[in-house]
């Protein structure tokens, strides 16, 4: 009987750590020209915004500073705004996760520090961007931003 109850007790735990959003940030990178910075993924070899999970013991501002450097090599010289919470529990194919995204200014030469994640980083002008083949809600996000908008979704 022991070890049934104790058996139960990990399934409890398990469930209410992995039944559980993962929360992270995705960042609108903008260079002093208005270039917009993108990653390429190289699990599904698709473009997307940089970004991801926020660490324990972190805020955001030090997970847009660190994930910034880690997927571009690029400096965060300041957040502007707040573009979005994206909690669609579709939003990332991989498990369930919520994402606060937010525009910053940033600066220094592109390189993807994390190559095993990242397999370029390039800088798109608008009207360059590859709108509709982004990973994740990364084009919603996208039209959000440029429409002026602070989504909850």
Request: with cysteine; charged share 25%.
């Amino acid at each position: 009987m022991p070890v049934l109850r104790f058996w139960q007790f990990v399934k409890t735990v398990i469930g209410i750590i992995f039944r559980h959003p993962v929360t992270g940030t995705t960042i609108v990178p903008l260079l002093p020209d208005g270039r917009i910075v993108l990653i390429r993924r190289r699990d599904t070899g698709e473009w997307g915004l940089p970004g991801g999970i926020i660490d324990w013991g972190e805020d955001i501002p030090n997970t847009v500073l660190r994930e910034l450097a880690e997927e571009t090599g690029l400096n965060l010289v300041k957040i502007r705004r707040l573009v979005g919470v994206y909690s669609s529990p579709d939003r990332d194919p991989r498990l369930h996760s919520i994402s606060i995204v937010v525009e910053a200014d940033v600066t220094g030469t592109m390189q993807a520090q994390d190559t095993l994640e990242i397999s370029d980083v390039q800088a798109f002008a608008r009207e360059e961007l590859p709108l509709g083949n982004l990973c994740h809600d990364h084009d919603q996000q996208l039209r959000d931003y440029f429409d002026g908008l602070t989504t909850l979704a």
